[in-house]
């Protein structure tokens, strides 16, 4: 008998199907907005072989310059420290961490991009956050694009996330946002609508709840009294422009580490 389909940010039980696409179900909680597709696709590690990073090779110099433009953002409320990227597949953003003298590590779960990543002297792990046994308090800042809508516990993941940062610790991610214009015009044909691999959906409310629930303070870069160093004043004028317009179906959402005991 198929189990119900519980939301994993507030245990509610969502009854109703948001959408469905190539036989997958994608349900939303009536609570917390939170959407996810149910049941679970299967072995979702095979999906990510030497093919799946075709298009990361062939952009590799796009990459290295928006991981650049990522990283003035961040410091703006984090200085360069200890950097943990998560799903960091072939490496490119940790090599931009580096390049602005962060300590950048990465974590990635296919085996082929990790070793590409270390064949480019880069220090990346093969597997999963959860299984990667670091220290409490290992990093300063950690960070996750279009990562978390892969993972098939979030919780139990920003909880272990938590628990790597340091107190103050930024956590920075970037995720689909399903609140999004494009999402509501584009329904089954919106470009991340991909229930075989992206498991779940977040808002800016649910991303929101699921940060608070783990033990952030959801924050934004600055706008006036943030951190001074060559470009934050273009980083700073990208952050206003951001609030103000944003065609991006991609958020950006920052967390600080609360200095407490999670409940």
């Not at 909680?29 to 090779?57: M, V």
Request: charged fraction near 25%; proline fraction near 5%.
């Amino acid at each position: 008998m198929l189990e119900s389909p519980i939301c994993n940010i507030c245990q509610s039980v969502a009854s109703n199907v948001l959408i469905t696409k190539n036989g997958f179900d994608v349900y939303r909680c009536p609570d917390c907005g939170l959407a996810f597709t149910h049941p679970q696709p299967q072995q979702l590690s095979e999906q990510y072989d030497s093919s799946y990073f075709d298009i990361y090779r062939r952009r590799r110099a796009f990459r290295l310059k928006r991981g650049d433009r990522r990283l003035r953002k961040i410091e703006l409320l984090k200085e360069p420290g200890r950097l943990l990227d998560i799903g960091c597949s072939l490496g490119y953003f940790v090599e931009a961490a580096n390049a602005r003298a962060w300590q950048a590590s990465g974590i990635e779960i296919s085996p082929h991009a990790a070793e590409y990543a270390r064949e480019l002297g880069l220090d990346v792990k093969t597997g999963i956050l959860e299984d990667a046994d670091y220290s409490a308090a290992s990093f300063d800042c950690v960070t996750m694009w279009d990562v978390l809508e892969h993972v098939p516990d979030p919780t139990a993941h920003m909880l272990e996330v938590n628990r790597i940062l340091v107190d103050g610790g930024l956590v920075v991610l970037g995720t689909p946002d399903l609140g999004h214009f494009r999402f509501r015009v584009g329904r089954e044909n919106w470009r991340h609508l991909k229930p075989s691999e992206h498991i779940y959906y977040f808002d800016k409310s649910s991303i929101t709840r699921l940060l608070n629930k783990t033990g952030f303070e959801v924050v934004q870069p600055p706008l006036i009294g943030g951190r001074s160093f060559p470009g934050s004043k273009q980083a700073t004028l990208n952050c206003a422009v951001g609030r103000l317009i944003q065609p991006n179906d991609v958020m950006m959402v920052y967390g600080v580490k609360n200095a407490i005991e999670i409940s």
